[in-house]
């Protein structure tokens, strides 16, 4: 497989999830940890542009930073994949590299 | 000692930097000498105030329950920045609820929280003596 892409901020403070999703190619997939996982929030000015690549990227969300940060599974856009810290190990070694957008 | 009024304008995510501990702590340190204290929770500083965080999981502090002792250091003013709310998709039922009792009103327990638009915020930045951002 492809890349996997990690965004590790959040959309408002930073322009990285934006330069991300511009450069990512439609097979690469997307995974938003840290102050990523804001991005991950429906009915929010960033929602619209997660809502399109999901059309083209699956897009993976960590769910212990989701649950540090409050914010509740019902939340997010769905579409959006959770997973636990083993299922990040698992992302990194199923794609072939990994893209971190610091 | 003079009192004066100390804003400290909070613009960072909670778990991701130290920035919003740090200010929690230098808040309540202002607070503990008595000087007029107001918070102003903007752009991405508003997750500092959502409810149910758990940070178990990260081996890392979870400092947000002590927002809720604010209260008790007479830190009653905490200004919400309404455009950061909704640019967010969160509105105030997401943000814990933070009360203090009013000495003047037989000690009733009154919302901490106020959720100002970008004018009155404006307004509350001329009216201090002193600002301090994290």
């Known amino acids: 497989m492809s890349v996997l892409h990690i965004v590790n901020k959040s959309p408002y403070d930073r322009n990285s999830l934006h330069t991300c999703l511009r450069l990512a190619q439609p097979d690469s997939a997307i995974l938003l940890i840290e102050d990523g996982i804001y991005a991950s929030i429906k009915n929010a000015a960033a929602s619209e542009s997660v809502q399109q690549a999901l059309n083209s990227h699956q897009i993976y969300a960590l769910q212990p930073d989701l649950e540090a940060r409050g914010i509740d599974p019902e939340r997010m856009i769905a579409g959006i994949s959770l997973i636990d810290y083993d299922g990040f190990v698992k992302l990194t070694t199923d794609y072939d590299k990994s893209q971190s957008w610091l | ?134």
């Open chain 2, 1 to 134: 000692m003079a009192t004066k009024k100390f804003l400290y304008v909070n613009r960072k995510a909670p778990h991701g930097s130290i920035y919003a501990l740090e200010s929690l702590e230098v808040v309540l340190i202002a607070a503990a000498f008595e000087q007029d204290v107001s918070l102003a929770f903007v752009d991405d500083g508003v997750y500092q105030l959502l409810q149910n965080q758990d940070t178990g999981k990260l081996g890392s502090k979870n400092f947000s329950p002590t927002y809720k002792a604010l209260g008790d250091y007479d830190v009653s003013k905490i200004y919400v920045d309404q455009e950061s709310l909704e640019q967010r998709g969160l509105n105030k039922q997401d943000l814990m609820p933070l009360v203090y009792e009013d000495e003047d009103d037989d000690w009733a327990e009154k919302d901490s929280i106020h959720v100002v638009s970008s004018t009155e915020l404006a307004e509350i930045i001329e009216q201090q003596d002193v600002i301090l951002n994290f």
